[in-house]
C-alpha cells in the first residue's frame, strides 16, 4: 500500500462515504438485477454491530471502504469498495486487513461473505486472502448470481494478512506511548543499568512527536515507529510493539516495507540498539550489518 494511503475505523455516516457507497450501488446496478443484490443501507452500517472502516488518501480524501457485520462469533463482510485508480496498489488489503483484525479482537472467528460472479478481480482478490467458496448462509438462498465464500479467523493467521495502519503522534498519544517505552524500552534500559526519571522520560516521548508514527491494528494504538528520513540517510531512532503483538511476524513485515521504501529511495537505513536487547536479532536476519560497538551497543547499517 502506498504509504499516502492510511485506513482508519470510522463512522460511515460521512458525505465522503456516502459517495464511495453511492459508487458501488452504481456499479452493481450495471452488473445485478435487484433480486440478486444484498446492500445494507447508511442506517444499517451505523448499527453497534457492525465494524466500519475508510481509506483515505494524502488529502484526507476517502478513497475505500468496507464493513464487517457481527453476530455472534461470526461476522459478514460488507461494501468492501475502492475507487478505481486506488487498485492495485494494497489499499483493498489494508482496509480487509483492519476489519479482520477489529473482527478477531471482538471475538468473531469466522468471516463470511456473497458476492457475484460478474466480478473476477474480486474473487481472485478474496481467495488470495484466505476465503474459499461455500454454499449460502443466514436468509441467502441458491443463485446463480451469487458466489459465498467464508474464511476463519485465528491470532496465527492474521499475523500473515494484518495491515498495521499508521499516523502520525500527538499530543493525546502522550500516555499510550509513555506506557509503551515503560513495558518496551525501559526494560532493556534497565538492564543495561540505564535509569531514566519519569520527567525525563516524558521529555523525550515529547520530543518524538515530530518523526513518530503511532502503529494501528484494529485501529488500537499498538506500536511506534520513528524514522528521520535524511537525503543521505534513514535512521530508524525507534521501533516498539506492544508485547503482545511480539512474535506474530508483524514488525518483521514492518520493517521489510520500510527497508523497501529505503531501497527505492536509494539511501540505507542505520540504527542503534542496546545489546541486551534481542531486537538485533531480527536486524542481522533483515540485512543490518554492524558498523561499530561500544560497551553498550551496536550501530547497524543497510547497504543501501
Known amino acids: 500500500m502506498g504509504t499516502a494511503v492510511r485506513v482508519a475505523l470510522e463512522s460511515a455516516n460521512q458525505p465522503q462515504v456516502v459517495a464511495l457507497i453511492a459508487d ?9 438485477p435487484p433480486e440478486s443484490r444484498h446492500a445494507l443501507d447508511l442506517n444499517a452500517l451505523q448499527q453497534p454491530n457492525v465494524i466500519f472502516a475508510v481509506a ?44 479482520e483484525a477489529t473482527a478477531l479482537q471482538r471475538g468473531c472467528h469466522l468471516v463470511l461473505l456473497e458476492t457475484g460472479p460478474y466480478q473476477p478481480e474480486a474473487l481472485a482478490f478474496y481467495a488470495r486472502h484466505g476465503y474459499a467458496r461455500r454454499g449460502p448462509f443466514g436468509d441467502y438462498r441458491d443463485d446463480p448470481l451469487s458466489v459465498f465464500m467464508q474464511k476463519p479467523l485465528s491470532l496465527a493467521g492474521q499475523a500473515q494478512d494484518t495491515v498495521v495502519s499508521r499516523r502520525k503522534a500527538c499530543e493525546q498519544d502522550l500516555p499510550f506511548l509513555l506506557g509503551l ?29 515530530e518523526w513518530a508514527e503511532i502503529l494501528l491494528i484494529g485501529g488500537e494504538p499498538a506500536g511506534l515507529l520513528k524514522v528521520i528520513r535524511d537525503p543521505r540517510e534513514w535512521r530508524l531512532s525507534q521501533f516498539q510493539l506492544l508485547p503482545a503483538y511480539q512474535g506474530m511476524g508483524l514488525g518483521t513485515g ?5 527497508l523497501a521504501e529505503a531501497q527505492t529511495a536509494g539511501v540505507p537505513v542505520s540504527l542503534s540498539v542496546l545489546k541486551v536487547n534481542p531486537a538485533q536479532r531480527l536486524y542481522q536476519r533483515l540485512g543490518f550489518a554492524v558498523i561499530s560497538e561500544s560497551e553498550l551497543g551496536l550501530c547497524m547499517q543497510t547497504a543501501g
Open 24 to 32: 458501488l450501488d452504481a456499479y452493481q446496478d450495471t452488473l445485478y
Open 56 to 99: 483515505r488518501d494524502a488529502a484526507g480524501q476517502a478513497v475505500g471502504c468496507g464493513a464487517i457485520v457481527l453476530q455472534g462469533t461470526q461476522g459478514e463482510l460488507k461494501r468492501m469498495y475502492l475507487q478505481p485508480e486506488q487498485r492495485g496498489q494494497g489499499c483493498a488489503r489494508a482496509i480487509l486487513g483492519l476489519l
Open 181 to 209: 517505552r515503560a513495558k518496551t524500552m525501559d526494560l532493556h534500559h534497565a538492564e543495561a543499568g540505564v535509569v531514566m526519571s519519569p520527567s525525563e522520560a516524558e521529555a523525550r516521548v515529547r520530543a518524538s512527536f
Open 254 to 258: 514492518l520493517l521489510t516495507d520500510l
